[in-house]
């Protein structure tokens, strides 16, 4: 790492969101797809509500989710799936998970 001495670069910083007792973490950046997020869930079940549109892409590991009421279906590293802005919808880990997530 190098120090900036950019103003604009200093102003920068990494958005820390903690939930679930900490069991749930991730860290908000900007992609080329626009803002993201890239986090870990602790082995544990959770329910996420959505204000904007989501892609949730799997990293590591492997989580159920339950979709607008629909079953319970897997996803698995490299797996992907979008979530309706306004919905809610629950994953289940049985071991821990990485993921990243695209708004908008």
Known sequence: ??????PSELNESVSHNVYFEGKVQSLGLETTKGKATVGVMKKGTYTFSASSPEQMVIVSG???VKLNGADFKAYKEQDNFHVAAGTSFDIICDDDVAYICYYG
């Open 1 to 6: 790492m190098s120090n900036s001495e950019n």
């Open 62 to 64: 492997i989580m159920q």
